[in-house]
């Protein structure tokens, strides 16, 4: 009695986190789905697509890709209208601009300050070891 239960419990968890189908009208279209939904980031999971994500939200912003792909929008009017409600952070390549600027050049600024720190610690150090050096105890 306790497997069946279990079992039970398994397959109906399993459904739960079950891609529902969409009716595509050819693969092509199925094709355009997928990648269009690998370039859109999952406001829940923000480091999966919403092609790969299971949120409750991501299948909901699925189906409302593909009612709007239904509809004839194509696919910039899809991401206008998803960056114009969702504001940029729900494209995984967000455009070059003055709000983006820390996005894109924040990781190359901190790794070049970085080094900067690092270089200046080693000067420190060689320069406090040739201090240190006594040129009298040699002799």
């Known amino acids: 009695m306790r497997g069946l239960a ?13 891609i529902d189908p969409l009716p595509f009208k050819d693969r092509a279209e199925e094709v355009r789905f997928q990648n269009l939904t690998k370039e859109l980031r999952c406001l829940v999971c923000q480091n999966q697509s919403l092609a790969d994500s299971e949120a409750q939200l991501a299948g909901e912003l699925r189906r409302q890709v593909f009612e709007m792909m239904q509809s004839g929008k194509s696919d910039e009017e899809i ?61």
């Open 79 to 139: 991401k206008q209208y998803l960056v114009a409600r969702y504001n940029d952070f729900v494209l995984y390549d967000p455009p070059m601009k003055p709000g983006t600027w820390l996005l894109w050049l924040g990781p190359g600024a901190l790794l070049i300050v970085g080094v900067g720190v690092l270089l200046n610690v080693l000067r420190k150090r060689a320069r406090q070891a040739v201090a240190d050096i006594d040129p009298e105890e040699d002799w």
């Open 6 to 18: 279990a079992l039970l419990m398994c397959v109906l968890a399993l459904r739960a986190f079950a």
